[in-house]
């Protein structure tokens, strides 16, 4: 059996000598090296950014968006999607481990997993798209990946539904990276709080700024405010189109007297959100763009252009323990589980 390199580099066609993730074409031949893991898959979960930009492209046809999804992984040997650069995770089983990796993994086959990696750097090849779901992102597909030697995992809990775990996964970076920057008595403000990412920064920023801090949720409009506040994970809910900068932090002034805010978590999937982030932040703050439609020329340019000193910090999909604890969140929260249950699985 070959032996492969742990970062998966191995697989790189083109262009050679970099990583999977920013390679332009990797090799999805199914013949596994000492050290993969082949999966059986079931679902993708494609991140939200690239598939609005997929469907969007498709003008709302299914047929379509199957052929443009079939094309992006015959072309590149992964789902990377050439406009945004994104992905996703996928949901699977164990079909094959890799000798190399006895006594280095808790996996067996059959274990049920979902990857924690991107699609963006995962060998995959469709066999066939047997069904899309444009309200939740997800494409039902029979197919097979592999999984790197780096990679990361998450074996599927009893406890919980696959599809819940799957979609809560498919974000765990986003509130488990807010555990680690709001603080006690902050100001954080999460727009986009209403999505799936959102809701679970809204839930683990109250958690975190406790009693004397501020949650802010904004959407483009009240979708979910109601159950956002009966749930007690927002202190203020905001209306508002984050594309308009001044628009959204005039908004922002009134609710926090002039002080703006602390933390700015951006979970949105459209273009255009820098400089609101930006511009709703105070000086010596902290923007959080967990976002694929993020730019980082807009972003820090538009910083400059107006004179604003934030700390601005790239939505890593991985730290440690994140899994754990976006799922811990599903056990914790009837009411939010109940809610995300009926929209996203």
């Excluded at 109250?206 to 004397?212: F, L, N, Q």
């Excluded at 790239?314 to 995300?340: C, F, P, V, W």
């Amino acid at each position: 059996m070959k032996q492969g390199n742990r970062y998966g580099t191995h697989r790189v066609l083109e262009p050679k000598g970099i990583l999977p993730q920013p390679a332009i074409k990797i090799d999805n031949d199914m013949e596994i090296y000492d050290n993969e893991i082949l999966i059986d898959v079931d679902t993708l979960n494609i991140d939200s950014a690239s598939f609005t930009q997929i469907y969007n492209q498709a003008e709302k046809d299914l047929d379509k968006t199957k052929e443009i999804i079939m094309d992006i992984v015959a072309t590149r040997g992964k789902h990377q999607n050439p406009v945004t650069g994104s992905g996703g995770m996928l949901l699977g089983t164990v079909e094959k481990i890799g000798p190399a990796l006895e006594g280095k993994t808790d996996l067996k086959v059959g274990d049920k997993i979902a990857t924690l990696v991107s699609l963006s750097l995962t060998p995959l090849r469709i066999d066939e798209i047997v069904a899309i779901n444009p309200e939740i992102d997800r494409v039902e597909i029979k197919g097979k990946a592999i999984l790197f030697e780096s990679g990361i995992y998450s074996i599927v809990p009893d406890d919980l539904p696959e599809n819940l775990v799957l979609s809560v996964l498919d974000v765990c970076g986003a509130p488990a990276q807010t555990a680690k920057i709001a603080k006690l008595g902050q100001t954080v403000m999460v727009i986009g709080g209403p999505g799936k990412a959102g809701m679970l920064c809204l839930y683990e920023a109250k958690r975190r700024v406790g009693v004397t801090g501020k949650v802010i949720c904004v959407n483009y409009d009240e979708t979910r405010f109601k159950e956002i506040q009966e749930m007690g994970i927002a202190d203020v809910c905001i209306a508002a189109d984050a594309t308009d900068a001044v628009g959204l932090l005039e908004k922002v002034e009134e609710v926090t007297g002039g002080e703006l805010c602390d933390v700015v978590i951006n979970c949105v999937n459209v273009e255009n959100t820098e400089m609101a982030s930006i511009l709703c932040t105070k000086d010596d703050g902290l923007v959080y763009f967990f976002s694929m439609a993020t730019s980082f020329t807009k972003a820090a340019l538009g910083a400059e252009g107006v004179g604003k000193d934030v700390n601005m910090m790239i939505g890593n999909g991985y730290t440690k323990g994140h899994a754990e604890l976006t799922l811990q969140i599903m056990r914790d929260s009837e009411d939010l589980r109940n809610l995300y249950t009926q929209l996203f699985v």
